[in-house]
């Protein structure tokens, strides 16, 4: 049992502003035109949410999955 995060990415609405950048551990790094969401550090401090003006992120959280 445990806490599990996904920090989704919509990629049809991300325009690699980068402005989510702002995390504090770092999760969305930027590989050219590629965006990359390392998702296992996730503090779901909200920041990047706040950042993102697109509305392009979305984080789940499931409890107890296996
Ligand atoms: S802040 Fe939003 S729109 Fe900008 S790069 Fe990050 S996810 Fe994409
Ligand atoms: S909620 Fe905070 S720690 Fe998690 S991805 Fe967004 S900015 Fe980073």
């Known amino acids: 049992?445990?806490?599990f995060i996904s920090v989704l990415v919509?990629?049809?609405?991300?325009?690699?502003?980068k402005k989510?950048?702002?995390?504090p551990v770092d999760i969305?790094?930027?590989?050219n035109?590629?965006?990359?969401v390392d998702e296992d550090e996730c503090l779901?401090?909200?920041?990047c949410i706040e950042a993102c003006?697109?509305?392009a992120i979305t984080i789940q959280k499931e409890?107890?999955?296996s």
Request: a neutral charge; one cysteine or more; charged letters at 25%.
């Open 1 to 3: 049992m445990g806490l």
């Open 28 to 31: 969305f790094k930027f590989d």
């Open 10 to 17: 919509d990629k049809g609405r991300c325009n690699l502003c």
């Open 63 to 65: 409890y107890g999955k």
């Open 44 to 47: 779901l401090c909200n920041a």
């Open 53 to 55: 003006e697109t509305g």
């Open 33 to 36: 035109d590629i965006q990359v």
């Open 20 to 23: 989510c950048q702002i995390c």
